[in-house]
C-alpha cells in the first residue's frame, strides 16, 4: 500500500507542475487527480484516530487486495524507471523540448495507470490510515525471512 501511495504522490506532484497539463490526456488526469482529492469519505466507517493497529491493517490489506496489481506494478515500475540512471542535477542535460514533452506524456499515463488501480479506494483515507498507522509506530507484519 506504501508503495501504490508513494507512486500516487509522484504522480500527484508532477501533475501539479504548469506545464504538465499541455495535452488532453494529461489534462484528464489532472481532473482525475482533483476528483479524487475532492471525494467525500464513508460517513458510516469509524474515524480514522478511533482505529486500533489492527483496524488499520485490516483496513489498508483491504484496499490493497482491491488494487488491481498489474497496473500499480507496472507504474512502480515506470516510476522506477523514470528516475534511475537519469542525470539530476545542475550539471545534467536538459531534455530537448520533444524529450520533455515524450517525458510528460509518459507520466501521464504512470499516472492515470495509478489512478485506474486505485479505482473505488477512498485514497484520502487511505493516506490518512497510513499516516496514523506510522505515527502510532503499529507493528508491521514480517514474511517469510530470506535464508
Known amino acids: 500500500m506504501a508503495r501504490i501511495l508513494a ?11 504548469p506545464a504538465f497539463a499541455q495535452n488532453q490526456q ?4 489532472q481532473q482525475r487527480l482533483e476528483e479524487m482529492r475532492n471525494a467525500p ?3 458510516s466507517l469509524p474515524a480514522v484516530n478511533a ?3 489492527d483496524q488499520m491493517m485490516a483496513e489498508m490489506m483491504s484496499a490493497g ?20 540512471g537519469r ?3 545542475p550539471n545534467a542535460p536538459r531534455p530537448t523540448e520533444a524529450q520533455a514533452a515524450a517525458n510528460r506524456e509518459r507520466m501521464a499515463g504512470l499516472g492515470n495507470q495509478v489512478m485506474d488501480s486505485t ?7 487511505m493516506m490518512a490510515v497510513s499516516d496514523r498507522f506510522q505515527s502510532e509506530h503499529c507493528p508491521t507484519p514480517q514474511g517469510p525471512q530470506p535464508h
Not at 494529461?26 to 488526469?29: K, N, P, R, V
Not at 507504474?75 to 524507471?81: H, N, Q
Not at 479505482?119 to 483515507?125: A, E, F, H, Y
Open 87 to 89: 542525470g539530476v542535477g
Open 65 to 84: 487486495s482491491a488494487e488491481r496489481p498489474d497496473g500499480s506494478r507496472s507504474c512502480i515500475a515506470g516510476l522506477r524507471d523514470e528516475t534511475q
Open 51 to 53: 482505529l486500533t493497529c
Open 119 to 125: 479505482q473505488g479506494i477512498d485514497m484520502n483515507r
Open 41 to 43: 469519505s464513508d460517513p
Open 26 to 29: 494529461q489534462e484528464h488526469l
Open 7 to 17: 507512486a500516487l504522490a509522484m504522480c500527484v506532484s508532477l501533475a501539479a507542475a
